[in-house]
């Protein structure tokens, strides 16, 4: 980061944390409310979150509660090294480094397990599923943050192999309506620009997926001049790009028109050889779903075992005499490729995470083992504490109308 470049990894760590601080109302306003009754004193938290500074504010706000935090990342590449330092610098143990391989990435996680954690929050369910294979020993309940982690768990739970109760983050309104969609589709547009820095008005963007993330890339591409054109497998969500405006098509029909491709469907192989073979010469190809598996990286890898890395975050193949542009290696683009969602949107998502932190603290001994959803007072609160923070007043309905409402609109 420019202007920064003179001071050490751990102040550089400490002012992005301040940074993202100030537009974290949400965050703080819950740590000033609960700081005094300390409701994790005594309780080790596990983390498993990409590391950024809005992820430090919520680490630190667990802290400010009386939580014992160790952390470890949510994906290997999703590290930001200043953060990192400030960490650890705050005594927060961290089993991370910033750029890691598969295996290391695993390890991390599991030394994380093997401190037998009370509580476990995590984003992609990776720690989760390792937790249930080690045996899951102190852990009295967990919470997940992205769609595909969600994914994860529901088939655990519809085989009833759950071993503690979860409550799936990402399904709260004031989550996915928010970051899934505006996040995502910002910071998109962020490690589009960070990697490749091509003009986007005019460009052919396809879109696989048009789940909350595709609205969202899709909606910001098309502001920013792009032509955009999704492919669906779900008819409604189809229908619902065909009527936003977008052009709906196979991707079959449209692997050679395309001069740059997001996979966003939390699917596996969704860009596979039969459309990578017909691309066009110089195509950009990248991923905003959670997993590197949407692109079938397999085959680009066993095409040319020597790619050129042109650029940070973009590696050239030669595929039959074509330039295929691979960005952030298949990996979440708006993570590894750009700085990832900003502060405002990630206070949200985090308030979400400590409230029902807190829930599940409070009532585990009620709680089931299942995947639960954000108690709708949970969401509530965070969308009143939103408008709080931006500043924003709404309405509250009459007596006449609650009235009308729950008794009077049924006479006729
Ligand atoms: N990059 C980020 O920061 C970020 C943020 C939030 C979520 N995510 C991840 O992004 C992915 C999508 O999340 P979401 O909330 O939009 O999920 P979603 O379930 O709302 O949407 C996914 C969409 O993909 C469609 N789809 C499935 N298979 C397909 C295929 N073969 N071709 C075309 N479309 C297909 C589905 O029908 C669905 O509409 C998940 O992996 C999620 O975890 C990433």
């Known amino acids: 980061m420019s202007g920064t470049s003179n001071l050490d990894k751990i102040s550089q760590g400490r002012l992005s944390y301040n940074w993202a601080l100030k537009s974290m109302k949400i965050?703080?306003?819950i740590t000033e409310k609960y700081e005094k009754r300390k409701p994790l004193a005594g309780l080790d938290l596990a983390f498993c979150l990409h590391i950024t500074k809005e992820t430090s504010v919520l680490i630190m706000a667990a802290r400010k509660l009386g939580g014992n935090i160790i952390l470890c990342s949510a994906n290997p590449l999703s590290v930001q090294s200043d953060i990192l330092e400030f960490l650890k610098?705050?005594?927060i143990i961290v089993h991370a480094k910033t750029k890691m391989n598969e295996k290391e990435y695993l390890e991390n996680i599991k030394k994380v397990l093997n401190t037998n954690p009370d509580?476990?929050?995590d984003d992609g369910s990776t720690m989760h599923l390792y937790?249930?294979?080690?045996?899951?020993?102190?852990v009295?309940?967990?919470t997940e943050e992205t769609t595909s982690g969600i994914n994860r768990l529901q088939v655990l739970d519809t085989k009833k192999l759950l071993k503690y109760p979860i409550i799936g983050v990402n399904n709260a309104y004031t989550k996915y309506l928010f970051d899934?969609?505006?996040g995502t589709g910002q910071s998109t547009i962020d490690g589009i620009l960070r990697t490749t820095n091509i003009f986007i008005p005019g460009k052919n963007f396809i879109i696989l997926g048009y789940g909350w993330v595709g609205k969202g890339i899709s909606s910001c591409l098309r502001g920013l001049g792009a032509q955009v054109t999704v492919i669906e497998v779900n008819p409604i969500r189809a229908l619902e790009a065909y009527m936003d405006g977008y052009i709906v098509s196979r991707i079959e029909e449209v692997a050679d028109k395309g001069d740059f491709f997001i996979t966003c469907t939390g699917q596996k192989n969704v860009l596979r050889k039969e459309h990578i073979d017909r691309m066009k010469d110089g195509?950009?190809?990248?991923n905003a779903g959670h997993f590197d598996v949407e692109i079938d990286l397999r085959y680009i890898k066993q095409q040319d075992k020597n790619p050129i890395i042109v650029r940070p975050n973009v590696d050239s193949y030669n595929i039959n005499g074509k330039t295929v542009n691979l960005l952030s290696k298949g990996r979440v683009l708006n993570l590894v490729g750009g700085e990832g969602h900003s502060p405002e949107v990630m206070s949200l998502s985090f308030g979400n995470q400590l409230l029902s932190i807190l829930y599940i603290i409070e009532n585990h001994k009620k709680m089931q083992n299942h995947l639960y959803p954000v108690p709708k007072n949970i969401d509530n609160?965070?969308?009143k504490y939103a408008l709080e923070a931006f500043g924003i007043e709404i309405d509250n309905p009459t007596k006449e109308q609650l009235d009308y409402h729950n008794e009077v609109n049924i006479q006729i």
């Open 27 to 29: 965050i703080s306003k």
């Open 89 to 91: 610098d705050n005594e």
């Open 119 to 121: 509580l476990i929050t």
């Open 131 to 138: 937790c249930h294979k080690m045996g899951s020993k102190n």
């Open 140 to 142: 009295i309940g967990g």
């Open 180 to 182: 899934n969609r505006y």
């Open 283 to 286: 195509v950009f190809i990248a």
């Open 381 to 383: 609160t965070i969308a």
